[in-house]
């Protein structure tokens, strides 16, 4: 299934991490890679064998390592391929691409190593993002899932729901030619049956895709609260860094402040926010706006009370708001439990936590919940998956559900068969099957290069 068709140029790239390092790798990929690959060892190169030799250009040694060669198809980029594995030395490196360059080899831009390897089919596009995915994965799980991915497995998904709608497009548009029995064959068929199949399917593979985002992307978790709960010392303690500051002056934090952190192998992203107040200063009212929209676009809100200053009707008014009809769920803690005597079992309701941010009490029970509350503990990821696929599973969700009512409805059969077109395309869209060429660039410019 391959896109290409395009006559590509030889590119090379530094594959590994800038900086120095015990080996350092550059990477050739495109017609002439071998040729430029084997002036540069002077020795002829064989296909899947390691070549120890002397990297040169003309006259001058720049280091000596090995070099492997991969002969199309039979490779990453699904081109020639040559890997030259020198000194991880920066100066090496940049002789060795130079010399590359001079032979006909031009610099290549972010990702166009994978990029390739889509256009000639040798990954499709859910498997590429994989690919950047695997490699900005900061966390086990994230790592876990994006190899899976990689592997194949949900694009395997998609594929398989592509076929099935496929088919039935097929069928259905059969019927356009025969106008007097399509609602007959149709029902025969039983195509509304098989629409709502392919319902329960993707919303079955977006329930698993959300959480494939959230250990991709990270769990958006807001702290929002009155001044002075302890919402930055709760950031704090949660970061185990002093990342926010934190006094005793009310309205201290203005902006919003980011921290990235693992918890129970989950990666999280906290925001800690201005506490909500009325307030005459204007950057702290700029604060406290952008502390109400994260509290409607964070996956997880957590709302912090001074335990030692709320009374029973105001835990109430907490707990009662903690499963909002709309918006992230919540959970609310009670900060500063050094503070009061213990709370009574009156007081424990369930998502509500008693800690204190400044000795730690009840921090370690916290986190536990936080990885609960955003559904990921316990269930296996299978899959690591972006933003940009959950669009094109709804877009596809909301045009298969049209086409059912349609039919329910006995519209004509083309405009049946134009939504489950368009629901068809937009899973094309996750695969890479139907991407706009702008999309892709898009997408694989936030690749590293040599990638
Ligand atoms: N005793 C006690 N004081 C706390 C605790 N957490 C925060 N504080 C204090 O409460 C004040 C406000 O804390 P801060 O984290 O800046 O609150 P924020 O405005 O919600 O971000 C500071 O003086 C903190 O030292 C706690 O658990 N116990
Ligand atoms: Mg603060």
Redesign the pocket.
Same mark, same amino acid.
């Given at each position: 299934m391959s896109r290409g068709g395009v006559q590509q140029d030889l590119i090379a790239a530094v594959a590994t991490p800038p900086g120095q390092g015990g080996i350092g790798v550059v990477r050739l990929s495109g017609p002439g890679a071998r040729d430029v690959g084997e002036a540069l060892c002077g020795c002829e190169l064989t296909p899947r064998r390691a070549t120890f030799a002397a990297f040169r250009d003309g006259e001058d040694v720049l280091d000596e390592g090995i070099a492997l060669y991969f002969a199309e198809p039979a490779s990453f980029t699904g081109e020639d391929v040559v890997e030259l594995q020198c000194h991880g030395s920066p100066v090496v490196m940049q002789q060795l691409l130079d010399a590359a360059c001079a032979r006909g080899a031009r610099l290549a831009g972010p990702g166009e190593f994978s990029e390739r390897a889509f256009l000639n089919g040798k990954l499709d596009l859910a498997q590429a993002e994989a690919v950047a995915d695997l490699i900005a994965a900061t966390s086990v799980a994230a790592a876990r899932a994006a190899v899976r991915s990689l592997r194949g497995e949900f694009s395997e998904v998609v594929h398989r729901l592509a076929e099935t709608l496929a088919q039935l497009r097929m069928l259905v548009e059969a019927c356009i030619d025969f106008p007097d029995e399509d609602v007959e064959f149709l029902e025969e068929a039983d195509v509304g049956g098989q629409i709502s199949a392919l319902l329960r399917a993707l919303e079955d593979l977006r329930g698993r895709s959300q959480q494939g985002q959230l250990v991709n992307e990270g769990i958006h978790v807001a702290?929002i !609260?009155?001044?002075?709960? !302890?919402?930055?010392?709760?950031?704090?303690a949660l970061a185990g860094e002093e990342a926010?500051?934190?006094?005793?002056?009310?309205?201290?934090?203005r902006d919003l402040l980011k921290v990235d952190l693992v918890l129970s192998g989950m990666p999280l992203r906290l925001i800690?926010t201005?506490?909500l107040r009325d307030s005459d200063d204007t950057v702290e009212r700029i604060g406290i706006a952008r502390a109400r929209e994260q509290a409607d676009v964070a996956d997880l809100v957590i709302v912090?009370l001074?335990a030692?200053l709320v009374d029973a009707a105001a835990i109430d008014a907490a707990v009662s708001a903690l499963a909002p009809p709309q918006g992230p769920r919540r959970l609310v803690v009670m900060?500063?439990?050094?503070?009061i005597a213990d709370p009574g079992p009156a007081n424990v309701a369930e998502g509500v936590f008693w800690?204190?941010?400044?000795?730690g009490?009840g921090v370690e029970r916290l986190k536990r919940a936080i990885v609960d509350a955003a559904g990921l503990s316990g269930a296996e990821i299978g899959f690591t998956a972006r933003a940009r696929h959950l669009e094109s599973l709804d877009k596809a969700y909301d045009a298969l559900q049209k086409a059912d009512q349609q039919l329910r409805a006995g519209e004509a059969t083309e405009i049946v068969a134009e939504e489950l077109r368009d629901g068809h395309n937009a899973l094309g869209e996750i695969v890479g099957t139907e991407t706009p060429d702008d999309l892709l660039g898009r997408i694989f410019s936030e690749f590293c290069i040599g990638k």
């Open positions: 702290l !609260g009155p001044p002075n709960a !302890g919402k930055s010392s709760l950031l704090n926010a500051i934190v006094t005793d002056v009310p309205g201290t934090t800690d201005a506490g912090v001074d030692a900060n500063k439990l050094d503070l800690i204190s941010a400044r000795t009490d």
